[in-house]
C-alpha cells in the first residue's frame, strides 16, 4: 500500500508501447540530453545501456508536465540511477557534466560526422578513428575504400544530412507512385517511418507498397527500381532479399512468403521546390539545418578545391537535392505487422518485440505474430488487431513517438 506522501504524481506504465507518446514534449533539455548519451553508448557499440538511456527519455516524453524537482519522478519506471544522476545534474545545475563532456568531446565529434556518412556504420567509423580519420577531409585524403554506399554518402553529405520536409516527402510520394502506377496498376504505397508519425522532417522518406491480390507483388521491387532509373530519379539504390536479425527470431523456418518481401535503400534526386513548380505561397528559400550547418562548419574543413566538389558543395546552385528513400514490398497479407513495423518509433518497436516476448509469449516480428502457446500464428489485417492480438489498447502512430 502507497502511503499518501509518496503517491505517484503520474502512473506511466513501464512499457513504451502501452503509452501514448505525441510529438508535444515538456521535457526537451532533459529528453535531448538522454539522447544525447543514447546516441554515445550506440555509436559506441553498448546496445543496453543505449536502450537503457532511450527508455528513460521516452518515460519523460510520455510526461504532461515540466519536471522541475527529482520528488516528481517518484514510481515511474525506466529511471536508471545513472539516468536519474543526469536528470538531477541538470536540475540543479542547467546542465549536465557527463553530457556537455561527451558532447563536446573529439571522439563523440568524430563517430557522429562519420556514421552521418551513408552506409557508414559505428564499426567502420571507429577503425577509421583509430586509423586517425576525425573528418571528411581526412577522410577524402586518406585514400581508404569506400563501398559504393558510401561514396554516395560522401559525395552527398551535405543533403543527406538536412532534414528532408513533408512537402519534400510528399513530391517523392508523387514520384513513388507514379513509377507503383506504370509498372503494376492497382498496386498501393503508404507512407510509414516518421512521417506516418505526423513529423514535419526526418532523415528519410519510408514507404511502404503492396497489392490487395496476394502474390501480385512478387517481382513489383526490381520493376519500381528500373522505372526510378530509367527517369532518372535515382542516385543510388540497393535492393536487398529480406534477410535481417528478425526473420531468424520466430520459431522454425521462415515461410517461403518471407522470401517476397524486399526492401530497397535508394538516394532519391528530387528536383526543388521552384523547379517542381509548387505554389508560389509556399516559401521558397530552403533553410540549412542548424546542426548539420554546425557540424559541416566544424568538422570538413576542406575547402572547394577543384569544380566538381564545388558543385556537390554548392547545394544552392543545383536544381535537385539527394533525400535518402526507403522502399519495402509487402504481401498484403503481411501488411498490417509491415505496417506496424515500418511506422517506429524504434523504440515503441523494440517496446512492442519486448511486450509480445515477455509479457504474452508470442513473437512479432514485421512479416507475423506467432503464439508461442497456441504454437500457431495469428493473422491480422489490421494494425488494430495486431494490439488486440497483444493484449495492447490501440495506439494510433501520432502517439507512437516514444
Ligand atoms: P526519421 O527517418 O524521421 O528520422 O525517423 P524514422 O522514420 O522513425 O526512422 P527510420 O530509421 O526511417 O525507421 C523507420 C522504421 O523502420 C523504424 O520503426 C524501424 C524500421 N526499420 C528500419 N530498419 C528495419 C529493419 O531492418 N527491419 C524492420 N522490420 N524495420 C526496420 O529502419
Ligand atoms: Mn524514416
Ligand atoms: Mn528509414
Known amino acids: 500500500q502507497i502511503n499518501e506522501a509518496e503517491a505517484v504524481l503520474f502512473s506511466v506504465p513501464s512499457y513504451a508501447c502501452q503509452r501514448r507518446t505525441t510529438l ?14 543514447a546516441e554515445n553508448a550506440e555509436l559506441s557499440e553498448e546496445d543496453g545501456r543505449g536502450v537503457a538511456f532511450r ?16 520528488s516528481q519522478l517518484k514510481g515511474l519506471p525506466c529511471l536508471g540511477d545513472h539516468s536519474l544522476r543526469v536528470i538531477k545534474d541538470i536540475l540543479e545545475n542547467e546542465a549536465s557534466s557527463e553530457v556537455e563532456s561527451t558532447k563536446h568531446s573529439e571522439r563523440f565529434k568524430a563517430l557522429k560526422v562519420l556514421t552521418g556518412i551513408f552506409g557508414v556504420g559505428p564499426r567502420t567509423a571507429e577503425r577509421w578513428i583509430r586509423e586517425g580519420i576525425h573528418n571528411l577531409h581526412q577522410l577524402r585524403e586518406s585514400g581508404v575504400t569506400l563501398n559504393r554506399a558510401q561514396q554516395a554518402g560522401l559525395e552527398h553529405y551535405d543533403d543527406l544530412n538536412q ?3 513533408k512537402a519534400e516527402a510528399d513530391a517523392i510520394a508523387e514520384i513513388v507512385q507514379k513509377a507503383v502506377d506504370s509498372v503494376l496498376p492497382s498496386a498501393q504505397i503508404t507512407l510509414a517511418g516518421g512521417f506516418r508519425r505526423g513529423k514535419q522532417t526526418g532523415h528519410d522518406v519510408d514507404f511502404l507498397i503492396t497489392h490487395p491480390e496476394e502474390g501480385r507483388e512478387v517481382g513489383l521491387m526490381p520493376k ?12 543510388y539504390q540497393k535492393v536487398t532479399r529480406n534477410s535481417y536479425l528478425e526473420v531468424n527470431d520466430g520459431p522454425g523456418r521462415p515461410s517461403s512468403n518471407m522470401d517476397r518481401f524486399e526492401r530497397c535503400f535508394s538516394i532519391f534526386k528530387l ?14 528559400v530552403k533553410t540549412k539545418d542548424s546542426v ?11 575547402p572547394p578545391s577543384h569544380s566538381h566538389e564545388l558543385d556537390q558543395h554548392d547545394s ?10 526507403d522502399l519495402v514490398v509487402s504481401p498484403i497479407s503481411q501488411f498490417a505487422f509491415a505496417l506496424l513495423g515500418w511506422t517506429g518509433s524504434k523504440l515503441f518497436e523494440r517496446e512492442l518485440r519486448r511486450w509480445a516476448g515477455h509479457e504474452k509469449a508470442m513473437s512479432l516480428s514485421s512479416h507475423a505474430l506467432y503464439d508461442n502457446k497456441q504454437s500457431r500464428y495469428l493473422r491480422a489485417a489490421s494494425e488494430e488487431e495486431i494490439f488486440t492480438h497483444l493484449g495492447l489498447e490501440y495506439i494510433p502512430p501520432s502517439e507512437r513517438n516514444a
Do not use: I
Open 292 to 302: 548539420g550547418a554546425h557540424m559541416h562548419s566544424e568538422t570538413d574543413q576542406s
Open 224 to 235: 519500381v527500381v528500373s522505372w526510378l532509373e530509367s527517369q532518372g530519379f535515382l542516385l
Open 24 to 37: 508535444d514534449n515538456c521535457n526537451t533539455t532533459l529528453t535531448d540530453a538522454l539522447s544525447l548519451l
Open 55 to 70: 527508455r528513460a527519455a521516452a518515460v519523460l516524453k510520455a510526461l504532461p508536465v515540466r519536471v522541475t524537482a527529482m
Open 271 to 284: 528536383a526543388k521546390r521552384e523547379e517542381r513548380g509548387t505554389k508560389v505561397t509556399e516559401n521558397t
Open 163 to 165: 532534414q528532408v520536409t
Open 316 to 325: 544552392t546552385n543545383r536544381r535537385w537535392r539527394a533525400v535518402r528513400v
